[in-house]
């Protein structure tokens, strides 16, 4: 018995699995390169990153948080020199 599918099917078939498998590849390589550019152009650049802005910001809380406290201290001393 004979395959009924035309020989070109086939090579249709092959050709354009060939041509999916290309252009995957060439997504890949044009992700990469936008990336190393856009790393690029991000390190020229005055930006800080994630963690250093995470680390600012926490000193930034505690910082408000002593001041709180000290403030808090002072009026406790003002309000008993008055009282003296």
Not at 28 to 53: H, N, P, S, Y
Not at 62 to 77: K, P
């Amino acid at each position: 018995m004979r395959d009924s599918r035309p020989p070109f099917l086939d090579d249709f078939a092959k050709l354009m699995t060939d041509a999916a498998g290309m252009a995957h590849g060439v997504r890949r390589e044009a992700e990469t390169v936008f990336k190393t550019q856009l790393e690029r152009i991000l390190a020229g650049m005055d930006v800080v990153t994630r963690e250093e802005f995470e680390a600012v910001r926490e000193m930034a809380q505690l910082a408000r948080e002593e001041n709180e406290r000290l403030a808090q201290r002072i009026a406790a001393l003002e309000a008993k020199l008055a009282s003296s």
